[in-house]
């Protein structure tokens, strides 16, 4: 089971900004950086994300990451069509010794 | 570029093991470790350990623990994960992902994925 919590879905219309939010625990985001992953439709999930704002070379500077407490969110600026994946936090969690991911957020392009 | 190429799709029994492999590309395999992650039918990602291509150090979910074995073969640059007794619910896409470190590492790039069906 999971055990960061996102929301199933979010959704905006082109040029938009898309906001997704990542609730966990003292455990895992309270103590242990955060990634964030995009998976696109029937494709291998992408590294979007790493320690908690730091975007990889080619990754659109319209993402970005952040992280106070036990949450995180990531801002999707400029929403574009082809952003419609399938969003996952993820954070090592202290308590179980292994990465734990998020629920998942499906983004839609409306 | 860094690549990561995994094996074919399995379909196997419930009670069968499914050994799934990973080869490398484009870096020096000893820097860095895989870490394995699933999907089942969807649902969302499970990580499943890593272990370390230097050193073959392993942390392993505590909930596979004793049923899933990572491995490397570094002259090939391959990493392999054996998953035994195997059940239905173990019906996922397997990937495999770079990962410097246990703890304080992001997982990318990712492989392709391996479909692995369990069904009697």
């Known amino acids: 089971q999971s055990v960061l919590t996102q929301p199933p879905s979010a959704s905006g219309t082109p040029g938009q900004r898309v906001t997704i939010s990542c609730s966990g625990s003292?455990?895992?985001?309270?103590?242990?950086?955060v990634y964030w992953y995009q998976q696109l439709p029937g494709t291998a999930p992408k590294l979007l994300i790493y320690t908690n704002n730091q975007r990889p070379s080619g990754v659109p500077d319209r993402f970005s990451g952040s992280k106070s407490g036990t949450s995180a969110s990531l801002a999707i600026s400029g929403l574009r069509s082809e952003d419609e994946a399938d969003y996952y936090c993820?954070?090592?969690?202290?308590?179980?010794?292994?990465?734990?991911f998020g629920t998942g957020t499906k983004v839609t392009v409306l | 570029q860094v690549q990561l190429v995994q094996s074919g799709a399995e379909v196997k029994k419930p009670g069968a093991s499914v050994k799934v492999s990973c080869k490398a590309s484009?870096?020096?395999?000893?820097?860095?470790?895989i870490s394995w992650v699933r999907q089942a039918p969807g649902q969302g990602l499970e990580w499943m350990g890593w272990?370390?291509?230097?050193?073959?150090?392993?942390n392993y979910a505590q909930k596979l623990q004793g049923r899933v074995t990572m491995t490397t073969d570094t002259s090939t640059s391959t990493a392999y994960m054996e998953l035994r007794s195997l059940r239905s619910d173990d019906t996922a896409v397997y990937y495999c992902?770079?990962?410097?470190?246990?703890?304080?590492?992001?997982?990318?790039?990712w492989g392709q994925g391996t479909l692995v069906t369990v069904s009697s």
């Open positions: 003292s455990s895992n985001i309270g103590s242990n950086y």
């Open positions: 484009g870096y020096t395999f000893t820097s860095s470790g």
């Open positions: 992902a770079r990962s410097k470190a246990a703890r304080v590492s992001w997982f990318d790039p």
């Open positions: 993820a954070a090592w969690d202290d308590s179980l010794s292994g990465y734990v």
């Open positions: 272990i370390s291509a230097y050193n073959g150090d392993t």
